[in-house]
């Protein structure tokens, strides 16, 4: 089965405190990032923010619904989002940033919550929860075509930006860890670490991930052909959500080093960490 526990959103209904900022995705141009927050209301909405954590802007409307887990289309004038009155009723959204307006929702296929993974060249991927497992799907102008790999029973995937590469993060008790997929080729194991919240950089030539060990998490990288494995953070807080840069300089993650969950970006030629939301220190 696949499981909800592969999923880090159910898990953070645990620790949401005021003002917490999530799942941050870089536009495909590097100079904005998208994210949802706590900050108003109950309700978490989507907002749009600086790489330098100037000019926030809320693009979803204060109106009781649940905005969450956004993700930017191939162009930065459109984004996706899953939307709904509470966890268990999220549907997939298409926003048009130009005209700030909702352009479409995906039809629901059975009952469940759709949670969107990633929106690549060959259409939206999505995940659909119904009350015992996960079903992955791409779907494009007028079709949903399902995304299978039968050799796994729990797992939890995500592609890259142009298609080429699929990460799957499998739960299964002889096969646990980060695999990699090319095409239809057959998976290979990247690590033993059930690494989740998946990021491809540009070229594809290393992902970024989160590990959880002995209660907190931390950012990794490891190369495409599994060489190079690294811990990024280190801090004695939650790091969570990584999401790299177009230009694979910098990684922006939220983070509880602040005492709330707040946007930080990490260098990774110096290993600077900077702040770019919420109250500092």
Same mark, same amino acid.
């Given at each position: 089965?696949?499981?909800?526990?592969?999923?880090?959103?159910?898990?953070?209904?645990?620790?949401?405190?005021?003002?917490?900022?999530?799942? #941050?995705?870089?536009? @495909?141009?590097?100079n904005q990032i998208l994210f949802y927050s706590y900050r108003i209301e109950k309700e978490p909405e989507i907002f749009i923010i600086n790489k330098d954590g100037s000019d926030l802007k809320q693009i979803t409307k204060t109106d009781g619904n649940w905005s969450i887990? #956004?993700?930017?289309?191939?162009?930065?004038?459109? !984004?996706?989002?899953?939307?709904?009155?509470?966890?268990?009723?999220?549907?997939?959204?298409?926003?048009?940033?130009?005209? @700030?307006?909702?352009?479409?929702?995906?039809?629901?296929?059975?009952?469940?919550? /759709?949670?969107?993974?990633?929106? @690549?060249?060959?259409? !939206?991927?999505?995940?659909?929860?119904?009350?015992?497992?996960?079903?992955?799907?791409?779907?494009?102008?007028?079709?949903?075509?399902?995304?299978?790999?039968?050799?796994?029973?729990?797992?939890?995937?995500?592609?890259?930006?142009?298609?080429?590469?699929?990460?799957?993060?499998?739960?299964?008790?002889?096969?646990?860890?980060?695999?990699?997929?090319?095409?239809?080729?057959?998976?290979?194991?990247?690590?033993?670490?059930?690494?989740?919240?998946?990021?491809?950089?540009?070229?594809?030539?290393?992902?970024?991930?989160?590990?959880?060990?002995?209660?907190?998490?931390?950012?990794?990288?490891?190369?495409?052909?599994?060489?190079?494995?690294?811990?990024?953070?280190?801090?004695?807080? %939650?790091?969570?959500?990584?999401?790299?840069?177009?230009?694979?300089?910098?990684?922006?993650?939220?983070?509880?080093?602040?005492?709330?969950?707040?946007?930080?970006?990490? %260098?990774?030629?110096?290993?600077?960490?900077? /702040?770019?939301?919420?109250?500092?220190?």
């Amino acid at each position: 089965m696949k499981r909800l526990s592969l999923i880090i959103l159910i898990l953070i209904s645990n620790i949401i405190i005021a003002q917490s900022d999530f799942s #941050p995705q870089y536009s @495909n141009d590097g100079n904005q990032i998208l994210f949802y927050s706590y900050r108003i209301e109950k309700e978490p909405e989507i907002f749009i923010i600086n790489k330098d954590g100037s000019d926030l802007k809320q693009i979803t409307k204060t109106d009781g619904n649940w905005s969450i887990e #956004p993700r930017w289309g191939t162009s930065d004038d459109f !984004i996706a989002y899953s939307n709904g009155p509470n966890m268990g009723q999220l549907r997939v959204t298409v926003f048009n940033l130009i005209s @700030n307006s909702v352009m479409t929702s995906i039809d629901e296929l059975e009952m469940g919550t /759709q949670f969107i993974i990633a929106w @690549n060249k060959n259409g !939206i991927q999505w995940a659909n929860k119904t009350n015992k497992e996960f079903n992955f799907y791409l779907s494009t102008t007028n079709k949903n075509t399902p995304l299978k790999y039968e050799q796994f029973k729990s797992y939890f995937l995500k592609s890259s930006k142009d298609g080429l590469y699929t990460a799957i993060m499998v739960n299964d008790e002889n096969n646990k860890g980060l695999w990699i997929a090319y095409g239809l080729d057959k998976p290979k194991k990247l690590t033993d670490k059930l690494g989740s919240n998946i990021s491809f950089s540009s070229n594809n030539d290393f992902i970024a991930f989160e590990y959880k060990d002995k209660d907190v998490s931390n950012i990794y990288t490891i190369n495409i052909d599994g060489s190079n494995l690294k811990q990024i953070t280190s801090e004695e807080a %939650n790091d969570l959500m990584p999401t790299i840069s177009p230009d694979g300089k910098n990684i922006t993650f939220s983070s509880s080093l602040s005492g709330q969950f707040c946007l930080h970006t990490i %260098n990774l030629e110096s290993n600077k960490v900077t /702040q770019i939301t919420g109250l500092k220190k």
